[in-house]
């Protein structure tokens, strides 16, 4: 029986974890995008081309599909609160670094590392509001956390967009610094690691499934960034990096298929609600994260818009899920199909999509 001093308490730390998981989530997905907007300001800045700039946001995205399937298996490893509390460290240091780099490449490896960093703190984000709450509130607790993931993407170019026009673009990292040591102070205090099994033995240790992902996002990752620029397989890289990421997938596949401690274990895929689920969060992916970076620049390079500006285009998509998320909770909550909102959350959306491009083309 509790006291009820210790659920006093209990539901005070609960509270306290969810900012900081909320805070954590929202410092790697606003990070994601709040570079868009800032992209022509930097390559004047650094000397840089638009091909070589938007590798800065690429390498982030690099860093953040390497690490994130492996955030599970790390947790084990070194301990959920250690791992989290150790991964919005790097996240914090790396964004100094980028504020500070002198130039484009230089730029480039540190937001590589920060998206390492970044990585960990949305997926383990989750893993901790679920936790925290008993399974009838779990549905209003990730819709809240799904408020911000949302909001997240949007929210970037708005922030960006006002930081690079009132101040100078090494700012938008530079934001992230007392927010980092907020949330590394906070989940130190406040955040457990759940109980494991025994961690790997090196000899368990997937080496050859984490060297296979590596190459095959890194190869791809490459193709699909340089491929136009050098006129795609007439370029000796692009066909070699191709025949290397798709031999790298299908043995990386092959691999966590057989391994008995696999990096990613792909086996949990068996479930038909998550293999739908993963597949619709990959669709929904092109849609939000596209967005999000080409119609800033877009608007920017082509129709002429300030950063505040191209950032502002964006604010009503970020209201209108803000006022939506917490309704969508509720509906969750007193058994609403979740199939009907999902279906018609994604057709919305890309019917919305493709009905908006029509007044940002040039007449």
Known sequence: MHHPESLVEYGSRRVIVTITAILCALLEIVDTTIVNVALPNMSGNLGATYAEVGWVVTSYSIGNVIIVPMTSWLSQQFGRRNYFAASIMMFTICSFLCGNATGIWELVVFRFLQGIGGGALLVTSQT???ESYPPEKRGMAQAIYGMGVIVGPTLGPMVGGIITDHFN??????????????????????????????KSSVEDVDFLGIALLIIAVGSLQYVLEKGQEIDWYSAESIRILSILAFFGLTFFIWRELRFRNPVVDLRVLKNGNLRVGTILSFILGFGLYGSTFIIPLYTQTTLGWTATQSGMLLIPATLTTAFMMPIIGQLLQRGFPQ????????LLFFGYSFWAREPLLPA
Not at 339 to 346: H, N, S, V
């Open 128 to 130: 901790i509001i679920t």
């Open 169 to 198: 673009w090494p700012f938008i990292f530079y934001i992230n610094i007392p927010l980092g040591i907020i949330a590394f102070l906070l989940t130190l205090e406040f955040v457990r690691s759940p109980k494991y099994g025994s």
């Open 339 to 346: 199939q009907i909102l999902i279906a018609a959350g994604m």
